[in-house]
């Protein structure tokens, strides 16, 4: 491990253009479980009555009935040292934007700048009548007790600005990414399963465009073909020892 880890340390110092693509596996250690585990929230909350678009629509009140048990949780939710080491990483200038498929917000907390969220956030929420949008803290406040949260201008029900299961992604997001995805290179992928199109396709745009591929995972993802490093472990201890290899290799 340590020699690999010294490896991605040299490719990271050589590169120009660094981008992360993240997925649950990283919020793990901050105490979110990833959805799509055994005992994760879809397994308990079956996605197709709670979190479709056209369920929402349907019956608003199964989601925002789910999102009683969800919501403390990402509240709650700390950026753990994996959230902090890419924050430190694009300080140094070895990462210059974050491709996230997490709506907890745990890397703008840790500091980084550029964070293109594929499947929003929870922190603010839209009506679907007038499109005014509301902010997490007012929302929690108009769903207390499990009522669902009607706009504030006109009565309209608000939906959280995550992206619902048979909802597009934000398109200019999702070009953007595409576009750093293709552009970088070096691209650290990092606690995604990569079982999710479009994030999935990510890796291999970047493979594409002969991108250094370094993957940071617990267990085997479904591109690890197309790697050109794998660092197995959590990225919580793993991503620490690439910062701290990478600042004594070019003496930052
Ligand atoms: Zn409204």
Redesign the pocket.
């Known amino acids: 491990m340590s020699d690999e880890i010294e490896r991605v340390a040299r490719i990271l110092d050589a590169a120009g253009k660094v981008v992360a693509l993240t997925g649950a596996g990283i919020s793990v250690e901050s105490g979110i479980p990833d959805f799509r585990s055994p005992g994760g929230l879809w397994t308990r909350y079956d996605p197709s009555v709670y979190a479709t678009f056209e369920s929402f629509v349907n019956d608003p009140s199964r989601f925002w009935e789910m999102a009683e048990e969800l919501n403390p949780l990402l509240e709650n939710a700390e950026p753990n040292p994996a959230h902090c080491a890419l924050a430190e990483l694009e300080q140094l200038g070895k990462c210059d934007a974050v491709i996230t498929q997490n709506i907890d917000h745990l890397h703008q907390r840790a500091g980084n700048t550029d964070v293109l969220e594929l499947h929003g956030t929870y922190r603010t929420g839209t009506?679907l009548?007038?499109?005014?949008r509301h902010e997490f803290e007012e929302i929690k406040e108009l769903a207390s007790d499990g009522r669902i949260p009607h706009?504030k201008?006109?009565?309209?029900v608000i939906k959280p600005d995550v992206v619902l299961f048979g909802e597009p992604l934000n398109a200019p997001v999702l070009h953007r990414a595409i576009e750093l995805a293709t552009a970088c290179d070096v691209m650290l992928v990092v606690g995604a399963g990569l079982e999710v199109f479009p994030a999935a396709s990510l890796p291999t745009y970047a493979h594409r465009s002969h991108t250094e591929l370094v993957f940071v995972n617990i267990a085997e993802t479904a591109f690890d073909d197309i790697a050109d490093v794998r660092l197995t472990g959590k990225a919580g201890e793993v991503l620490p020892r690439l910062v701290e290899a990478y600042r004594a290799l070019s003496g930052n």
């Open positions: 009506c009548t007038c499109y005014t706009c201008s006109c009565g309209g």
